[in-house]
């Protein structure tokens, strides 16, 4: 059969990261190889690349038999619109939807024009919906909503299988992706879930409680087969594993692998294995990506029980002095005072780190929190789009929305637009790349406006 796989245009109305991250489709490039495993023919329509109106050009010409469908919080309307041209075109294509969201909340693609929902996608199931599909046969399979069975579940779910993706199915987009200023670069998965369990992430709930990892040997073949230079890893925390990282540093010494990576890691492992760092340096290694988190060490405790503040800062160090970037992250909590987000701007002021991002406190349905936040909520749980870890959800104690709206803007001035940080991108990022974040981050403060000055928020 024909399957065209598609990922979505962007929803212009929510606030994103696309002028900063813009990464392969990593998802569905794991299905186009599952699918090329069993005989079918794919093509993959990257609608963040290319014109959304050249998707019904596709429809006419790969004329497929099955449209499969990627999802974030953030595709949900935008999925239902292509759902529906799909069906107008040819009401006998099937219509298929997978991805994060799909696993998070399958509810939100049932719908008329959606024939099939993906909680969990494995090899097993997604053979067995094909052969259904080919002989029009209706039996329940595991992890897959049935539009014909009113996605109505009796089996238990199972969880994602990895699947090594498909880069040749991106071939022709692959010079645009980019990941912050760096590109082009590639996305690689070495393993997956997570045993820290921070009450605020829903990482560790969408993978799974426990670190699974890939042979290290098949990790370095497939580096070595990827054309970008830039490599983002994008396991929770690539340093978890000492002997697993020793092993890696020696194969791609021993094969003289050079390419750049920008990792994930946790401030606790950065500080355990410093030694590590000036090996990691001299092999590539040009970023890692931190949670801060917060300046509080009590809210610190309570949020992963793992850093401190004075933490943060050495990590932040021990990276700088083996001239790796530190890129850190704060979370900004609705309980807020304006004190606080002046005490989080000096807290940056002593860390310094070459780039920083921020996000309001997310109270996800899959976390703890949820239930904590819950009667302060100003959208509901089935505003999908809002969860896209960029707007404000829980209504702020110590002052208005508009006002924290206000101080989140204030706030991302210095953070984004200081010294430290513009000659970090700079020097580290082709100058277009350094303008494009700055156009982006004015998008940011685009959104952030609307917000003050809208009059529906209050
Ligand atoms: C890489 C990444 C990105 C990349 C690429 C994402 C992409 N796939 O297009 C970029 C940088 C573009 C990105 C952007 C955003 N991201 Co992001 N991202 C990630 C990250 C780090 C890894 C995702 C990944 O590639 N996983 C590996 C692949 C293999 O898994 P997968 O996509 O789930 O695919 C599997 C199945 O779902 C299934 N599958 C996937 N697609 C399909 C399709 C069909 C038809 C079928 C049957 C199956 C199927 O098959 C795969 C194999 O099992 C995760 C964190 C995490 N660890 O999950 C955050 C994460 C997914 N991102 C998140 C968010 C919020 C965003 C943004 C909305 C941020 C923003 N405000 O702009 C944007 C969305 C923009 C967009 N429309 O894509 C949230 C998700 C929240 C949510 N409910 O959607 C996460 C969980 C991070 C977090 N905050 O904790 N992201
Ligand atoms: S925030 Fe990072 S370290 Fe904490 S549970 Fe999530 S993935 Fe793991």
Request: charged letters at 25%; one cysteine or more.
């Amino acid at each position: 059969m024909r399957v065209l796989l598609v990922r979505p245009n962007l929803n212009k109305k929510t606030t994103t990261v696309k002028n900063f991250l813009f990464g392969e489709p990593l998802g569905i490039e794991c299905v186009s190889t599952i699918l090329k495993e069993i005989g079918h023919e794919v093509l993959l329509v990257d609608l963040l690349v290319e014109s959304k109106r050249n998707f019904k050009k596709y429809l006419k010409e790969f004329n497929p038999d099955v449209v499969g469908f990627t999802s974030q919080c953030t595709d949900i309307d935008n999925i239902l619109i292509l759902a529906e041209d799909v069906k107008r075109f040819n009401s006998n294509i099937k219509v298929i939807v997978g991805g994060i969201q799909a696993t998070i909340s399958p509810e939100a693609y049932f719908n008329k024009n959606i024939d099939y929902v993906f909680k969990s996608t494995t090899r097993e199931n997604y053979k067995q919906l094909m052969e259904q599909i080919e002989n029009g046969t209706n039996e329940e399979i595991a992890g897959i909503y049935s539009r014909k069975r009113q996605y109505q579940v009796t089996l238990p779910s199972c969880q994602n299988e990895y699947v090594k993706p498909d880069r040749e199915c991106t071939a022709k987009y692959r010079k645009k992706y980019n990941y912050v200023g760096f590109s082009p670069c590639a996305i690689l998965q070495t393993s997956y879930g997570c045993k820290n369990h921070c009450k605020f992430c829903v990482r560790w709930r969408i993978e799974g409680p426990k670190v699974v990892e890939l042979p290290i040997n098949d990790v370095v073949d497939e580096i070595e087969s990827i054309q970008e230079p830039y490599i983002m890893i994008i396991d929770n925390d690539f340093l978890v594993n000492e002997k697993r990282l020793l092993k890696f540093l020696d194969l791609i010494e021993k094969r003289k692998i050079k390419k750049k990576y920008i990792i994930f890691g946790s401030v606790n492992n950065i500080i355990d294995k410093e030694y590590i760092f000036e090996r990691l340096s001299k092999n590539g290694f040009v970023a890692v990506i931190v949670g801060y988190e917060s300046f509080d060490n009590k809210q610190l405790k309570e949020w992963t029980a793992k850093t401190t503040k004075d933490g943060n800062v050495k990590a932040t160090q021990i990276l700088q002095k083996n001239k790796i970037a530190i890129w850190g992250s704060f979370i900004l909590h609705p309980d807020f005072s304006k004190e606080d987000f002046k005490k989080l701007i000096k807290y940056h002021k002593t860390l310094k780190p070459e780039l920083l991002t921020f996000s309001p406190l997310v109270p996800h349905p899959l976390t703890p929190l949820y239930n904590e936040f819950k009667d302060r909520l100003i959208y509901d749980q089935e505003d999908y789009e809002k969860w896209n870890f960029g707007d404000v959800l829980i209504r702020p104690s110590k002052m208005s929305l508009k006002q924290y709206y206000w101080e989140v803007l204030k706030f991302g001035i210095p953070i984004n637009l200081n010294w430290y940080s513009v000659k970090y991108m700079l020097t580290a990022f082709p100058l277009r790349n350094t303008f494009k974040m700055i156009f982006g981050f004015n998008q940011s403060i685009k959104v952030y406006l609307k917000n003050i000055f809208s009059r529906r928020v209050k």
